[in-house]
């Protein structure tokens, strides 16, 4: 996974720091995170779930392009924004540390460290959703079903179209994914 397409530039390097670990860790934990924090994105998109917002609402309503910049930027990150993110992602802190602890097995990274990775990843891959989908036609949801049907193998807006829709990605890409 090119971790450059789904993230803002310096994004691995700021993650690195605001956890305080090496750059070849941060960038193990976020391959690792990716698949799963992209899949329930995309199973988010369009639908009721962040109160009566959709995603693309409740990451405008936590701020957008300016999440990711929050992370790269020089203030100090507001890691309570990646948690609301989350919830509206997930659903639950259960589906959570499912998440990092999945990733721990796959990178061998402690899932302790990976549950302080998550929501600054969210805020990373949500703002930089934001900003590529502002004024696009598909908006979120078309660069979120793009991303994931390269994940999956697939033909981008397509791979999500078959049956299991984007649930059947997440599936695919967590069961696929161990080499």
Known sequence: MNLDNILPAGGVDALAAQLGIPRDQAQRGAQA??????????????????????L???????GGAGLADNVVGAAPTEVAKGNE???GIFGSKDTSRQVAT??????GLDPSL???????L???????LAKQG??????IGGILTSVLGS?????????????????????SVLGGGRH
């Open 33 to 54: 995170l990716l698949p799963s924090l992209l899949a329930g994105m995309g199973d988010r998109v369009g639908k009721p779930g962040a109160g009566s917002q959709d």
């Open 56 to 62: 693309e609402q409740h990451f405008n309503t936590l």
């Open 85 to 87: 993110l989350l919830g």
């Open 102 to 107: 999945q990733a721990s097995q796959q990178s």
């Open 114 to 120: 990976l549950k302080q990775m998550l929501p600054i």
């Open 122 to 128: 969210a805020m990373l891959v949500a703002g930089h």
């Open 134 to 139: 502002a004024g696009q036609s598909g908006g």
């Open 151 to 171: 994940l999956a193998g697939g033909g981008g807006a397509a791979a999500g179209a078959g049956q299991g829709g984007l649930g059947g990605i997440l599936k």
